[in-house]
């Protein structure tokens, strides 16, 4: 169909005596067009039908899946076509969401700064709803870490903000990048920064300590200057817009699993628009520096007091530990996927962590101690303090109240061969009574008796309250003193 423009052209070449032959050539057209709009000038011609897209098949599943998340981007659901059949480009999937969606908001002007390769990477935190494991809802955040001038972009998922979790996150994003980059760009995050004024800026003592080691220089950028970390603020929005949209994760390992896996598989392979290059390829131009051998693991560690239900309380939920640990002080450590326990720096179990709250995580070895002692005797000084010497004077202990007795008289025997002859002398014994199913102090003194010498030791003072003298003390152990001056070091 031609213009207004052309039909009166057509007339008026008409009226100067040009041939329809000659004001098809002279317009471009075709004689037989000339023809019609000379016999009809007013003639509408039908509008051609709209040729069918390979889209029109999915045009319903889009539908769908934008009901779900109106701001799903187009490379999610052309992957997600594409596993259904569709053959088109990506091309008429982006011009079918601008129809539906109207036009896109004008963006705004930004000053784009590159690095040097290994000179920076940017990092930080995404808050993207939350995980709900059963009656419990735990929040659910995001960091980023991206590589400055690569775009290799690493991402790790926790329920927490916390100083501890920063730390491993980070420690995890040099793993993946493979070393250690020269600075690292951070906002204002409590767990970074502690104050500014203007220029200058104080860092947070935890976050420095953890960046010596590495040799790293932080940097922070301006209030309100987001493009100053505009390539980490870009992948949020694509890790939001490309990762998040229209998946289903059932926990916190889950959703790690499968972020992960659309790192390896799309976000690091892509060709960026910035670069043209797929990150995972730019990365190899880069010469990082290496991750420091024996680095300790950043974990979150907390001291805490055994209750009577031989558990302590942690992250609102109960963890068992030993039996013999009541009333005692712990060191408790978590990770991401796992808690840990720890007396006098010798691990004495662990858990998976729970991510729901007020439930209790037991030991099924921990249950069947107190089954097999009562519970009350695990709260005596002196069976809690035999148990706490090692693993074989524990064992031994669960065969004692078979052995006939009363079993307080045999464990105030062995901790009297204890001060005769020592712990190492006791502990050979007890583990060559094991060995032979000789159960009972009276095995215990016999052997030593027979194959070790008493240490010469002065006799302790004698008191005349009775009931001081029967008093059984924990061997002192120096940490406890190094926690004391590291406590007074924190206030000064």
């Not at 519970?375 to 669960?398: D, N």
Request: with cysteine; aromatic share 8%; glycine share 6%.
């Amino acid at each position: 169909m031609i213009s207004k423009e052309q039909v009166f052209e057509i007339h008026r070449l008409k009226n100067e005596g040009y041939s329809q032959r000659k004001i098809a050539k002279r317009l471009g057209i075709g004689r037989k067009t000339v023809r019609d709009y000379l016999n009809k000038p007013e003639k509408a011609y039908a509008k051609r039908k709209k040729r069918a897209s390979k889209l029109d098949a999915y045009k319903p599943l889009v539908s769908e899946w934008l009901k779900e998340d109106p701001n799903v981007g187009a490379p999610v659901i052309y992957e997600k076509i594409k596993y259904q059949g569709y053959s088109g480009e990506m091309t008429i999937l982006r011009q079918h969401l601008r129809e539906v969606r109207g036009q896109t908001k004008t963006r705004q002007a930004f000053v784009r700064i590159e690095s040097q390769p290994g000179e920076e990477i940017q990092i930080d935190w995404g808050h993207f709803d939350a995980i709900h494991y059963g009656g419990t809802s735990r929040k659910l955040y995001a960091l980023a870490a991206v590589e400055s001038y690569s775009r290799m972009l690493y991402v790790e998922f926790t329920h927490s903000q916390k100083q501890e979790v920063l730390h491993r996150c980070l420690l995890n994003a040099f793993r993946a990048f493979g070393g250690t980059p020269k600075h690292i760009l951070v906002d204002n995050m409590v767990t970074a920064v502690i104050d500014r004024q203007g220029r200058l800026i104080r860092f947070n003592d935890a976050f420095l300590n953890f960046l010596r080691p590495l040799h790293i220089v932080p940097k922070a950028c301006n209030i309100r200057s987001p493009n100053e970390k505009g390539k980490v603020e870009n992948s949020i929005k694509y890790l939001r817009g490309n990762f998040m949209p229209l998946r289903k994760f059932k926990n916190l390992k889950d959703i790690q699993s499968q972020v992960l896996g659309w790192l390896d598989q799309i976000a690091n392979v892509r060709i960026h628009q910035t670069t043209g290059s797929a990150p995972k390829e730019r990365l190899k131009e880069l010469k990082l520096r290496p991750i420091p051998a024996l680095l300790s693991e950043p974990v979150e560690t907390e001291q805490l007091l055994v209750h009577k239900d031989f558990a302590v309380r942690f992250d609102g939920n109960s963890y068992t530990t030993p039996p013999w640990t009541v009333g005692k002080k712990i060191i408790l450590k978590a990770g991401q996927y796992t808690v840990w326990m720890f007396h006098k720096e010798k691990q004495i179990c662990a858990h998976s962590r729970c991510w729901e709250k007020k439930q209790r995580i037991e030991n099924p070895t921990h249950v069947q101690q107190v089954k097999k002692l009562k519970r009350r005797q695990w709260e005596t000084k002196e069976i809690a303090l035999f148990a706490s010497f090692g693993e074989e004077f524990r064992g031994y202990l669960e065969h004692l109240p078979n052995s006939g007795g009363s079993l307080k008289k045999q464990i105030l025997t062995l901790l009297s061969l204890k001060d005769q002859y020592g712990l190492k002398s006791l502990s050979w014994a007890i583990l060559k009574a094991l060995n032979h199913k000789a159960y009972g102090a009276d095995y215990i003194e016999n052997i030593l008796n027979q194959e070790m010498i008493p240490e010469t030791k002065h006799p302790p003072v004698v008191l005349k309250n009775q009931a001081l003298n029967r008093l059984r003390l924990n061997e002192p152990t120096l940490n406890d003193y190094d926690a004391l001056v590291l406590k007074r070091r924190k206030r000064t």
